[in-house]
């Protein structure tokens, strides 16, 4: 397990971006694959994306893809999300999380077995 903490939401216009950080210690960063997810209140735990250990891969969710881009800095332990063109109903709490395995499919949460403690993001009309 690795300890992660989010930072970087707020409340931001329909059509603005965020940038969220997060940052991991514990062990070391560049062995496990680092996921986002989010969760609105009365639904369920959300994909959002993810970026393998090495960083040479990268998936989206259908919902994000082409207005949010991960990724992340080894040397620094730090995983990004930024958020591009945001809409009404990317509004969530957004956690990190991260893989120690070889999952077969990191948009399931089983893959994951650290998480952080999620940080708030709010999109107005």
């Known amino acids: 397990q690795v300890q992660l903490v989010e930072s970087g939401g707020g409340l931001v216009q329909a059509g603005g971006s965020l940038r969220l950080s997060c940052a991991a210690s514990g062990r070391t960063f560049s062995s496990y694959a680092m996921g986002w997810f989010r969760q609105a209140p009365g639904k369920e735990r959300e994909f959002v994306g993810a970026?393998?250990?090495?960083?040479?891969?990268?998936y989206y969710a259908d919902s994000v893809k082409g207005r949010f881009t991960i990724s992340r800095d080894n040397a620094r332990k730090t995983v990004y999300l930024e958020m591009n063109s945001l809409k009404p109903e990317d509004t969530a709490v957004y956690y990190c999380?991260?893989?120690?395995?070889?999952?077969?499919?990191?948009?399931?949460?089983?893959?994951?077995?650290?998480w952080g403690q999620g940080t708030q993001v709010s999109v107005s009309s």
């Open positions: 970026v393998t250990w090495r960083g040479g891969s990268t």
């Open positions: 999380a991260a893989s120690p395995w070889d999952a077969a499919d990191y948009s399931r949460y089983t893959a994951y077995d650290s």
